[in-house]
């Protein structure tokens, strides 16, 4: 079993920064994916960022493309989302959440989530 928790969130205005980190225990990786997903009032989750663990491959939505850097620690076993130019609209609950066979299958493990909210 994983216990994803996450940190980090909090109300910013637009054009500023906020880093969240999500600690991973229980279960060590040594393979698979970690992403950061969030949802909006209203809209559909979506995924924001993804990185396999073992490096080498990210993935990052449209639209947070140039603003927004995953990365990870191993030795920490914690995965960061720096976010950088926030919009309001990036206004949102964010979840990590771990796929254990890497970036395009089932993430089937997630943390609580972490309010962001942008003002204007």
């Known amino acids: 079993q994983v216990q994803l928790v996450e940190s980090g969130g909090g109300l910013v205005q637009a054009g500023g920064s906020l880093r969240l980190s999500c600690a991973a225990s229980?279960?060590?990786?040594?393979?698979?994916?970690m992403g950061w997903f969030r949802r909006a009032p209203g809209k559909e989750r979506e995924l924001v960022a993804a990185?396999?663990?073992?490096?080498?491959?990210?993935v990052y939505a449209d639209s947070v493309k140039g603003r927004f850097t995953i990365s990870r620690d191993i030795a920490k076993g914690t995965t960061y989302l720096q976010m950088n130019t926030l919009k309001p609209e990036d206004t949102a609950v964010y979840y990590c959440?771990?796929?254990?066979?890497?970036?395009?299958?089932?993430?089937?493990?997630w943390g609580q989530g972490t309010q962001v909210t942008v003002s204007s």
């Open positions: 990185i396999n663990w073992g490096g080498g491959r990210i």
């Open positions: 229980g279960r060590a990786f040594s393979s698979g994916a």
């Open positions: 959440a771990a796929a254990p066979l890497g970036i395009g299958y089932d993430y089937n493990f």
